[in-house]
């Protein structure tokens, strides 16, 4: 090589790797426009519940393609009015949270005679009530919360502990004997339910359903993903951190952190470590989380999908970030497949296998976990790249629509409520000053309603 050509080699070099750079490592976005994203979230935000405030004020759900209103059992149980309540208020829209807040305290009413979702109506109703009561002070809320949890007692009433999935909120008939461990752990709710009101039934129903689920695992330190309430006997012993099993993980460490209680924080370690030793699976470099047997710890499936996607902020909460930011990076990949997350991918065969989006916001909690726990600028950026993705393929004329296929972007009739409740939270939050939600006073529970921290963890 001519000595002449030496440092024209090494200028090419040094820019090469200054290219790499800064392809690894993104601009951080400055405070003005993280400023400006958190105004753009809470406007698209508010485009929703417009939509929703137009077309089905006082039902259920909006559907945005149609314009139409949707009631989950025939009669309104203002799913997402409760649940988007304490959005409402954490961004400021005082006026639209006091207008949800009146119709939720004058219309609601659970003397109905319907077979509800149990899992589903305390997450999104008995959480929504309590948290939005901590941020208003609204007797109200709390005494709804109180008559809602009473009427949903009876689903606990099972030989086991273990609660049925559907009750009547009128009558405490219930019915569904086969479930799953995410359903069983419902204890943040019911836990705060009974400080609230100084009722210790709740708590102990909650707890009693929690810790049965955790003596039913295997000699692993597995769960299966469904059980016989009432014999307690496993129905299908797959064991992973997708649905039906994600938030048993979630609860056990955040009811450490709501309640101290160390009973959970014990039983936390155990699952963990068996979830860190038997779900991983390495594909090209990339760390994967699949499917176990519960009892062999054989690999059974590698399918990873859109509700999977909590995980990495969960792990990042409880302080294993580089295991968090590695599967976090398989959750983008998946995104960036077609632009959006679909349902579900078999990661192995490199397929998607459920091409649906229904909103989902476990990939955007993550991103917001990893950011708060490590500081690190990038997860901002990345941040904003999925929120101009959602905008782009979700936005509709009347509010925000599902996709029924992320490979056409073809839209669904359907805004579920927790959109509202979780997906622009998690948008929002990622992009507002730290201090809008402090994380050493308030627990979120897994629909994103925030709850006051009662006992320090040490």
Same mark, same amino acid.
């Given at each position: ?26 601009? @951080? ?21 417009? #939509? ?21 059992? #025939? ?15 954490? !961004? ?11 119709? =939720? ?22 959480? %929504? ?8 002070? &609204? ?23 273990? +609660? ?11 019915? #569904?004997?086969?479930?799953? +461990? ?15 009101? %100084? ?39 797959? $064991?992973?951190?997708?649905?039906? =099993? ?20 014990? !039983?936390?370690?155990?699952? $963990? ?16 989380? %699949?499917?176990? &047997? !519960? ?22 909460? $409880? ?14 990949? !998946?995104?960036?497949?077609? %632009?959006?997350? +679909? ?8 397929? =998607? ?7 989902? @916001?476990?990939? =955007? ?9 490590? #500081?690190? +600028? ?71 309603? @925030? ?8």
């Amino acid at each position: 090589m001519p000595a002449s050509a030496a440092p024209k080699l090494l200028i090419a070099c040094l820019a090469a790797l200054a290219s790499c750079a800064a392809r690894a490592a993104p601009a @951080p976005l400055s405070d003005a426009h993280s400023a400006q994203m958190a105004a753009e979230v809470k406007a698209e935000f508010l485009h929703a519940w417009r #939509g929703y405030r137009e077309y089905a004020w006082g039902h259920d759900a909006l559907k945005p393609l149609s314009r139409s209103p949707k009631d989950w059992y #025939g009669v309104s149980l203002l799913l997402t009015p409760v649940d988007a309540l304490d959005t409402l208020i954490l !961004m400021g829209l005082n006026r639209e949270a006091h207008e949800a807040r009146e119709l =939720i305290a004058t219309r609601l009413s659970f003397d109905q005679d319907i077979e509800v979702k149990h899992f589903e109506i305390v997450i999104r109703l008995l959480g %929504g009530l309590l948290s939005a009561y901590q941020l208003r002070n &609204d007797a109200r809320l709390l005494k709804l919360a109180d008559e809602l949890g009473r009427r949903l007692l009876p689903a606990f009433d099972s030989p086991t502990g273990l +609660p049925y999935v559907y009750v009547n909120l009128r009558s405490g008939a219930t019915r #569904g004997n086969i479930s799953n +461990p995410a359903e069983a752990a419902l204890i943040l709710e019911y836990g705060t339910l009974s400080r609230l009101t %100084g009722k210790p039934v709740y708590l102990e129903r909650a707890q009693r359903a929690l810790r049965a689920v955790f003596a039913r695992r295997s000699k692993l330190d597995l769960v299966g993903e469904r059980f016989d309430v009432e014999s307690g006997a496993w129905t299908n012993t797959r $064991s992973h951190i997708g649905a039906r =099993i994600d938030s048993y993980y979630e609860y056990l460490w955040k009811c450490w952190r709501l309640f101290a209680d160390t009973q959970c924080h014990a !039983m936390w370690e155990t699952s $963990s470590a068996a979830a860190l030793r038997y779900y991983p699976q390495q594909v090209g470099g990339t760390l994967w989380y %699949g499917q176990a &047997d !519960m009892d062999s710890g054989a690999v059974v499936g590698s399918e990873y999908g859109a509700l999977d996607a909590f995980f990495p902020g969960l792990l990042a909460y $409880s302080g294993h970030l580089e295991e968090a930011q590695r599967l976090h990076a398989a959750s983008v990949q !998946m995104w960036r497949l077609q %632009g959006i997350e +679909p349902e579900t991918y078999d990661f192995r065969a490199q397929r =998607i296998t459920d091409a649906a989006y229904p909103l989902r @916001p476990e990939i =955007i909690e993550s991103t917001w976990y990893l950011y708060r726990m490590s #500081g690190n +600028p990038e997860y901002r950026v990345l941040g904003e790249a999925l929120f101009r993705d959602f905008r782009r393929y979700c936005r509709s004329a009347a509010g925000y629509a599902a996709l029924s296929d992320v490979r056409t972007k073809e839209q669904a009739d359907d805004m579920e409520s927790f959109v509202l409740a979780e997906t622009f939270k998690y948008f929002y939050l990622l992009f507002a000053p730290p201090r809008t939600l402090d994380l050493e006073a308030v627990v979120l529970n897994t629909e994103a309603h @925030p709850l006051r921290i009662t006992s320090r963890p040490r």
